[in-house]
């Protein structure tokens, strides 16, 4: 039946197809604004995002583009408690499979679910016709006990079945957490007991349909002749598909050919849980055509301008749809690009085409504790099948490459067994100047330049001779000197005691910072040990650089004894392994006296299960996460606000937070001189000056995502500041939870009543808590962290300072042998 269009009051009312563009556009307009202004006047932290977006619904004339979106990502962190609507009108909520994290949740009324129901069914019926048509679903049951879990794929599941005149399940499992399982012989049985040639829909989730049926059936080689007409309907993205390298061609050319139809009879389907109802099938030529009901807008992924047409960038959708949430201008994580000539297949109009996803933030951070709770299982590869490899970076010796990695192992522990007796002779102070030698250059050796934003300043600081005498006195029974000969004993008469090396030191380094391991290598060396490091895949150039700066100088010690860094390069090794090298895993393990390794928990476990001497010293620094907490007492005047908030940005900024001791969440206490949201604005200030102490990289395309995503949920909840780059972030709410990690500078300000309601979010991952509060008070909430699990207190502006005890423990103490000479008389 045909819609009068002069008397069109929505785009909703119109078939898909029928309006052009110039007719379309007004309409979508007043009808999009009609729906934002709704959720304005509904939505309280719609309307706090629109204020932060300069953004009013009621009187805005721009263009579509200039609307505010929300990513995708606020209806994870937030979708429930996105209603625009008075609870009680609230029919479903609705969440997305999530099969790769936390899901999305809508929230939908009567209205809403109404009109998704009635777009998705005018655009589908462009592709299967008026008349409903039978299906074969590969897909649980929505009404077995094992369906409830599934969340937007149920409903997904039950959509589809409006148009279908019956439907038959094909998918099985034991459980909700259970496999999923084909009922290969019940779908083998029923294609070929078909008595007529109505044409049958197949309809599936894209990963479920290949993986799960037709790769089996295939490999099977199993066929069939489908009546003239039958179809494949598939939805759910391509995201699972990538790591198995199936593209779309494939996947319609591998289902054609068991099920005997046309290529062109395999239809993709768009569509995201955040805009559910709103569908965007393949044309014959491959596209995806914008109908009636949306709009879409291409943003460049790394400044959110908008793309020409024909550029790939992030998705945007548009749709008045949406009423009891405000999901009409969505922003997506899916790369795409739009055409608007007229299509291969004739029609006339905008169409976009789905690339790939966003790039997505590295994981690389000592604070990723929080998805580090649960242990992962180990990995089920087999070693045996690696051809035995690795990577030499640095070595004394030079190896016949035609030998195996094992044996190449084998001779680098014997040449350091041979060079730690020639360790052993020198004196602390010639290896101190050394190293004090060779910092003096790094401040001028451009290798080094990627490496200053992450830690090498500070390492510089941290080598200062007078520094490191002082952490060797303390490890070792208030003196140094035990490392070279024996002294005396106070508690016992006539009786010596001497610290010892232990021999060799195998080093597990982490890639998050890469510079790290070189505090524990240092004081490996100190204690006169030789060490063998292994580097990280992602960062095995930052050790052997720094290293280098050691050849070719010299230094003698004021009693005449002259020490090379030639000689000493060759107590030290640097190699790289696959973590599936199981052999040379073993034998890096095994031939240590001392293991020191840095990681996230599945890595330290790892090292953990290797065998070793039973004489071996563990050192094992594993996922830690750290935070501030400032009392309203170190709030009390000008000049002590200045001086505390400059220390907050150095801790914020020194590694970039990816070092365990940096923090993420800053509490701060109600009743100061200033307000904890004053402390939030004077710290973005603050942040932006540490640029110039302490410059650091404008953020990859992946974490500018996390960041941006970051920036925009606090639209919503909270308050933020951050520079134009994205080098810095301040995001400010209110309460005592701890936020997850984002990096590159990103700190969240949470004001507390009392600093004391902080105890709580305190566990045994807790490393570093940086204090800034006075008297008893301080004394009492450092009992109370500790006894929660937390390690260090140091005062703000100083959590970073790499020191001893470390996670607990002093390391020194870990890398000797205490020996003695003599006895009590």
């Not at 009621?58 to 609870?87: M, Q, R, T």
């Not at 299906?135 to 794929?153: K, Y």
């Not at 450092?782 to 703000?796: H, I, Q, S, T, Y």
Request: hydrophobic residues 40%; negative net charge.
């Amino acid at each position: 039946m045909s819609v009068n269009l002069s008397n069109l009051t929505s785009v909703l009312d119109a078939r898909p197809f029928e309006l052009s563009e110039t007719q379309k556009l007004p309409l979508f307009i007043d009808n999009l604004l009609e729906e934002l202004v709704h959720h304005y006047h509904n939505n309280d932290m719609y309307r706090k995002f629109c204020h932060k977006n300069q953004f009013d619904p009621n009187n805005f004339e721009g263009e579509l583009s200039d609307i505010p979106a929300i990513p995708v990502h606020i209806f994870k962190a937030l979708g429930n408690k996105l209603s625009s609507v008075e609870e009680k009108e609230i029919k479903t909520k609705l969440q997305s499979s999530a099969t790769s994290g936390v899901p999305s949740t809508v929230l939908l009324d009567k209205l809403t679910a109404r009109r998704q129901t009635r777009a998705m069914a005018r655009v589908m019926q462009q592709v299967l016709g008026p008349k409903r048509r039978p299906f074969c679903i590969m897909d649980i049951d929505p009404t077995s006990p094992n369906a409830s879990n599934l969340g937007a794929r149920v409903a997904a599941v039950k959509g589809y079945l409006n148009f279908a005149s019956s439907s038959h399940y094909f998918i099985d499992a034991q459980s909700a957490s259970s496999p999923l399982e084909f009922l290969e012989q019940r779908f083998v049985d029923h294609l070929n007991a078909l008595e007529n040639d109505e044409p049958l829909v197949i309809f599936g989730f894209t990963f479920v349909l290949y993986s799960t049926v037709f790769k089996t059936l295939k490999q099977r080689n199993i066929s069939f002749n489908l009546p003239k007409g039958s179809q494949v309907i598939h939805i759910g993205g391509w995201k699972k598909l990538e790591s198995e390298k199936v593209d779309k061609n494939t996947f319609n050319q591998d289902i054609a050919s068991v099920l005997g139809i046309s290529p062109d009879n395999v239809i993709d389907i768009y569509g995201f849980t955040e805009q559910m109802g709103l569908n965007y099938p393949d044309c014959k030529a491959g596209w995806k055509h914008i109908h009636a009901y949306s709009d879409v807008i291409v943003r460049d992924e790394s400044d959110l301008s908008v793309c020409e047409t024909g550029k790939v960038g992030l998705l945007e959708f548009l749709s008045p749809l949406q009423h009891s949430y405000p999901g009409n201008v969505v922003l997506t994580d899916d790369l795409g690009v739009i055409e608007d000539s007229v299509c291969e297949c004739g029609q006339v109009g905008k169409r976009f085409k789905v690339i790939g996803r966003a790039k997505k933030a590295e994981v690389r951070g000592c604070g990723d504790v929080m998805s580090e709770k649960v242990v992962k299982k180990p990995s089920t590869r087999i070693a045996g099948e690696l051809e035995e490899q690795m990577v030499i970076y640095h070595s004394s010796v030079t190896l016949d490459e035609s030998l195996p990695a094992s044996q190449q192992l084998t001779i680098i522990f014997d040449s350091l067994k041979e060079k730690q007796k020639w360790l052993a002779k020198q004196p602390v102070e010639s290896i101190l100047g050394l190293f004090n030698e060779a910092r003096k250059t790094w401040a001028e050796t451009p290798e080094l330049d990627p490496y200053r934003h992450t830690g090498l300043n500070f390492l510089a600081q941290w080598c200062e001779p007078n520094r490191v005498r002082s952490l060797l006195d303390s490890a070792l029974h208030g003196h140094r000197a035990h490392l070279d000969s024996f002294l005396p004993r106070s508690d016992i008469s006539h009786s010596s005691l001497k610290a010892m090396p232990r021999g060799i030191v195998s080093h597990w380094l982490s890639g998050n910072v890469p510079l790290l391991g070189m505090f524990a290598l240092l004081q490996s060396i100190l204690t006169k040990n030789a060490n063998i490091l292994k580097v990280s895949a992602s960062e095995s150039q930052a050790l052997p650089v720094l290293l280098d700066t050691f050849k070719g100088i010299q230094y003698t010690t004021p009693g005449g004894h002259t020490i090379s860094g030639d000689d000493l390069l060759e107590s030290i090794a640097v190699v790289y392994f696959d973590r599936h090298q199981t052999k040379l895993a073993e034998k890096f393990s095994a031939n240590a006296d001392v293991r020191i390794a840095w990681g996230g928990r599945e890595a330290i476990e790892s090292v953990s299960a290797l065998p070793k001497k039973y004489t071996s010293q563990d050192i094992l620094f594993g996922p830690k996460l750290s935070m501030m907490v400032v009392g309203k007492d170190a709030l009390d005047s000008e000049k002590v606000i200045r001086k505390l908030i400059r220390r907050a940005a150095t801790d914020s900024s020194v590694f970039d937070q990816f070092a365990c001791a940096s923090p993420h969440t800053i509490f701060v206490e109600k009743g100061g001189l200033i307000s904890p949201k004053e402390f939030a604005e004077k710290l973005a200030a603050a942040m932006d000056k540490a640029l110039v102490r302490l410059p650091t990289q404008v953020p990859d395309i992946g974490q500018t995502n996390k960041i941006r995503s970051k920036i925009a949920e606090y639209g919503f909840i909270g308050e933020s500041w951050h520079d134009r780059h994205l080098r810095w972030t301040v995001l400010f709410d209110e309460g005592a939870e701890l936020v997850e990690p984002t990096y590159q500078r990103v700190i969240t300000v949470k004001a507390v009543d009392d600093v004391f309601d902080v105890v709580d979010c305190v566990h045994e991952d807790i490393q570093t808590v940086g204090l800034a509060m006075t008297g008893e008070k301080r004394l009492q909430f450092a009992n109370d962290l500790m006894l929660k699990g937390a390690m260090r207190c140091p005062d703000v502006g100083y959590m970073t300072h790499f020191d001893s005890p470390w996670d607990g423990l002093f390391a020194i103490d870990r890398l000797v042998r205490w020996v003695t000479l003599g006895g009590p008389m």
